[in-house]
């Protein structure tokens, strides 16, 4: 499956604002770019 930029940028966005990151934010973030 092809990710396009409108996916990443859902991804991505629901990643945004959190208060605090831990360490399974970048896990989530590898995941939204589709590398994990």
């Not at 991804?11 to 604002?17: D, I, N, P, Q, T």
């Not at 399974?24 to 973030?29: E, G, Q, S």
């Amino acid at each position: 499956m092809a990710l396009t930029l409108s996916t990443i940028e859902e991804s991505v966005r629901a990643l945004a604002g959190q208060p605090s990151y831990t360490r399974d934010f970048f896990f989530d973030l590898l995941r939204a770019y589709g590398i994990s």
